[in-house]
């Protein structure tokens, strides 16, 4: 085990989140689904940014918040073979007749 060795503030809140997220570090060695690195993610997000800059901003905090959440939530769809319009009927559905919102379950087959 690590033994702390300063007082630093920064230094201390770092050392606590690794320690407390070690277990999860090295996930992709063991499954080989998860990348090494977040460079999927980084362009994920790059059309956001690009939005954002050529002054496509959203006027109200809300606006922005509901396109963030829908955006991520159709790209991790992509990601897992889950068609967006597909599910969130789904959703509606099961939200109209009062039932638990279904889980997005892949439509393509695991090839794991």
Known sequence: MLKIRTRHPDCL?????????????????????????NNSTERDIRSLAATRSDGGTHRADWSAAAFARIKSIIVTGMKNGVRFIEYGTEVVRAKLRGERLPLPLATATDTS
């Open 13 to 37: 809140r770092i050392w606590k989140r690794l320690y407390k997220h070690c277990d999860e570090l090295f996930t992709f060695l063991d499954d080989s689904r998860v990348p090494a690195d």
